[in-house]
């Protein structure tokens, strides 16, 4: 195999059932280039491991296996899943070869055979490296019920600058086909934040924009044993409003954009600041929000625990943040993000009428 074009970097954590399906996704996509896959395990109880390496003797290649270094029988919490998560993305990064990177989760596979060269094709032509990614909309995929439906309202394809990415759109990392800035020398990671589905993306937004296809390409898989879902909603939502703070040790002038992304987060948040759950599932969070002096956050989802001038002040920050997320959004959502929008609202109500 010549150099590769293309590296696929997968991660896998008990996943023995999904190991064929993902890979044959993988390997069976029609390239006029070489692609490299490599799989690391965080570990699997199950025979994961095994699977690997029968893909490993029949592509010797193209496919390699990492193990990664663990303790068995070792409990994997939802923020011990994530930091070993972290470890995984970090290896495979080192490891790859390509041009461009992949990431994949080895529950989740690839349901257009073109779906590398279309967005391989795409980085190609931009000579100037406008775009440090390319990515397109994926699939939601329901295992008990095999039913599929798109992540994204869907938009036109368009190209779109960091900050306009941001502020509205959400590709999932399963999507994106990024360049591999190590070949340039960057560690994107260098800055120490999670490498967790939004941020990584986020950490390559310095180096361009993104360019935008709607074309559903990859089926992410729901299972109820994912990081996600052991997750509760608060926790999730807290997480996602972390964001924010994380993402400025990346690059601070992004922050009216990571207000506007995750308003939502923050309004559902702002809704249950008074029930005393929210302040329990926080708990396991508060050691690391509090590293980042995350103080609004903290009292946020601290509330029904702080004391009175704490509350009274998180009532007139929050409500600050509010205000002024409405004049960034404003102002960070160009023209061109307007119109997109509309254009995929007004598709939605033709569809909607056509039935």
């Known amino acids: 195999m010549g150099q590769p074009k ?3 970097l997968i991660s896998f954590y008990n996943l023995a059932p999904y190991v064929d399906e993902t890979l044959e996704s993988v390997l069976h ?13 965080d570990g699997s109880a199950d025979n994961t491991v095994e699977k690997l390496r029968v893909w490993e003797q029949k592509y010797p290649d193209v496919v390699r296996v990492f193990v990664m270094d663990f303790i068995p029988g070792e409990k994997r919490p939802p923020d011990v899943r994530i930091k070993r998560l972290n470890a995984i993305r970090g290896r495979l990064f080192r490891e790859a070869q390509g041009t461009y990177i992949c990431y994949l989760d080895g ?7 073109y779906k590398l ?13 406008k775009y440090v990614a390319c990515g397109h909309n994926g699939c939601f995929y329901w295992q008990s019920t095999g039913k599929t439906r798109p992540i994204e309202k869907p938009i036109r394809e368009c190209s779109l600058t960091a900050k306009e990415y941001w502020s509205f759109l ?15 020398e960057i560690d994107p990671f260098a800055s120490g934040v999670t490498i967790d589905d ?9 180096y361009g924009g993104i360019y935008y296809l709607p074309d559903c390409m990859f089926n992410y898989r729901q299972t109820e044993n994912s990081t996600f879902h052991l997750r509760s909603q608060y926790q999730n939502f807290m997480l996602g409003c972390f964001m924010i703070y994380e993402l400025q040790k990346v690059d601070k002038s992004m922050f009216p954009s990571s207000l506007v992304r995750m308003i939502y987060e923050y309004t559902e948040l702002y809704k249950a600041r008074k029930d005393p759950q929210l302040a329990e599932e926080a708990q396991i969070f508060m050691p690391r929000f509090r590293s980042y002096h995350a103080g609004r956050l903290c009292r946020l989802v601290n509330y029904s625990r702080e004391a009175l001038l704490a509350r009274l002040w998180c009532e007139v920050e929050n409500k600050f943040w509010f205000f002024m997320t409405k004049v960034f959004r404003h ?8 119109a997109l929008l509309e254009e995929a609202r007004i598709k939605l109500e ?3 009428a056509a039935q």
Do not use: G
């Not at 529950?107 to 055979?113: C, E, R």
């Not at 959400?170 to 340039?184: G, V």
């Not at 959502?333 to 307007?338: I, S």
């Open 198 to 206: 939004n941020l990584l993306t986020a950490q390559f937004l310095p």
């Open 29 to 41: 996509q029609k390239t006029d280039f070489p692609i490299e896959v490599l799989c690391a395990d």
């Open 117 to 129: 060269q279309k967005q391989a094709d795409i980085l190609d032509a931009d000579t100037e490296k």
């Open 6 to 8: 293309v590296s696929i």
């Open 331 to 338: 102002f960070i959502w160009k023209p061109k993000v307007r």
């Open 107 to 113: 529950d989740d596979f690839y349901t257009d055979p």
């Open 170 to 184: 959400y590709i999932h990392t399963n999507a994106l086909m990024f360049r591999n800035l190590r070949l340039q």
């Open 350 to 352: 033709q569809q909607s």
